[in-house]
Each structure stands twice: as structure tokens, then as C-alpha cells.
């Protein structure tokens, strides 16, 4: 009787392992061991900008868009701290326009 409780039991936690994937072959292979690479889409590139790129490209792409992402961050930090009333003091230009 243990058994067959303990054959079921193997039976079940079957059914729920991974299903093998084919390794398939193409350019993007390449960035597979990137950082940033996760299961299960891997490498993520829907525009296909690195179809034909090399290293330094990704590379290049890769430093763009943190710095857009850092400068994204600082203009919402900016529009935040002015609705809340906080503006910075001094003139916008010569004609002594304030902020």
C-alpha cells in the first residue's frame, strides 16, 4: 500500500517539473549570459536592435539606457518636489523672470 501512496505521490510531482525546451541557434544567443537575461523570454529584444550587433553595441545600448532611466528619474523627483511647493529660487533668465 505504501507503495503505490509513495508511485502516485512520484506520479504527481511529475506532472509539474519543467517541460524541456529546444535550444534553438540565432544571433541573440550571443547575450543569452548577459546580465538582465531571465527565464522564461532569456534574452529580450523585441525591436531586434542587436540582430547583427557585437559587443561594443550592446554594450553601448545597454549604458543608454540606464542613463535615460537615471534622467527619467530625476525629472519625476523634479516634478514631484514642485507640486509640493518647493521651487528654486532665482531667475530663469535675464529679464528677471523667477522660476
Known amino acids: 500500500m505504501k507503495s503505490v501512496i509513495f508511485a502516485a505521490a512520484i506520479a504527481s510531482a ?3 517539473a519543467p517541460a524541456p525546451v529546444a535550444k534553438t541557434t540565432s544571433s541573440l544567443n ?4 548577459e546580465l538582465g537575461a531571465q527565464p522564461p523570454l532569456g534574452f529580450y529584444d523585441p525591436l531586434g536592435l542587436l540582430d547583427d550587433a557585437d559587443q561594443d553595441r550592446f554594450d553601448r545600448l545597454r549604458y543608454v539606457e540606464l542613463k535615460h532611466g537615471r534622467i527619467s528619474q530625476l525629472a ?3 516634478q514631484i518636489v514642485t507640486r509640493n511647493g518647493i521651487h528654486l ?3 530663469i533668465d535675464y529679464a ?3 522660476f
Open 14 to 16: 511529475a506532472a509539474f
Open 30 to 33: 550571443a547575450f543569452e549570459t
Open 76 to 78: 519625476f523627483l523634479g
Open 89 to 91: 529660487s532665482g531667475d
Open 96 to 98: 528677471g523672470d523667477s
